[in-house]
């Protein structure tokens, strides 16, 4: 079956950019995401990247989807200390098929 | 507020006990899932269903039953609650056919003594 793998600590300092990797492994997959989490909250969608795309910006965040390969990936560009959290990457191949998640990765931030 | 309203938020349950997990949204969302968390273990799908009448097991049913009687409500019930199902249980919901994700409830931290 479909599988999404993510490191699962990162550390980084305030202001410098944080990249939180993810590779999968459904060649089919159609729709990616990264999800936040906050402790003792639910996820909240951050972000997501059709796979025909190879790259989406949206203010501090940055994701390149590299699909010969199979991995994407999540800059935050000047990491504050409220980017700390966990970090999920999410696969899809179609709309009515569940989402596939990574174990998440959670990064800290330094002040 | 429009969203994935989870109750309880917080259950312990003994042993052997039954309970249902309530899940609700008011977006019209045609589909609903249910995940557990567990440290290390990320998110795994327990249940899901694309519409009303229609509902299908994700990779860990054991122990749970479903089911989708209207579009905003998708309870989970535990038959025979075991220390094993102590988890946090996630309700999450889309439409069906768009690349937007999922919206996620806020959670039911669940303890089986």
């Known amino acids: 079956g479909e599988d999404v793998e993510q490191s699962l600590f990162l550390s980084v300092r305030e202001g410098d950019s944080s990249v939180i990797n993810c590779t999968y492994t459904?060649?089919?997959?159609?729709?990616l995401y990264w999800y936040k989490q906050e402790p003792g909250a639910g996820l909240q969608l951050l972000t997501y990247?059709?796979?025909?795309?190879d790259m989406k910006q949206d203010q501090r965040l940055t994701v390149l989807l590299n699909k010969k390969d199979k991995h994407l990936s999540l800059r935050i560009a000047d990491t504050q200390t409220g980017d700390s959290a966990i970090y999920f990457c999410?696969?899809?191949?179609?709309?009515?098929?569940?989402?596939?998640f990574g174990k998440g990765t959670r990064l800290s931030v330094i002040a | 507020n429009a969203g994935v309203t989870q109750t309880p938020k917080f259950q312990v349950l003994k042993t052997g006990q039954s309970m249902t997990l309530q899940c609700a949204q008011d977006?019209?969302?045609?589909?609903m899932s249910w995940y557990r968390q567990d440290p290390g273990m990320g998110l795994r799908l327990i249940h899901y269903?694309?519409?009303?009448?229609?509902?299908d097991q994700g990779e860990v049913p054991n122990g749970y039953n479903v089911s989708r009687s209207t579009t905003e409500d998708f309870p989970l019930r535990l038959l025979s609650a075991a220390p094993s199902q102590t988890s946090v249980y996630f309700c999450?919901?889309?439409?069906?056919?768009?690349?937007?994700?999922?919206?996620f409830g806020s959670g039911t931290r669940l303890t089986v003594v």
């Open positions: 269903s694309v519409g009303a009448g229609i509902t």
């Open positions: 977006m019209n969302h045609e589909y």
């Open positions: 999450a919901s889309s439409y069906p056919g768009q690349g937007y994700g999922y919206t």
């Open positions: 990247i059709f796979s025909n795309m």
């Open positions: 459904d060649s089919s997959s159609t729709y």
């Open positions: 999410a696969e899809r191949n179609s709309g009515n098929t569940p989402l596939v």
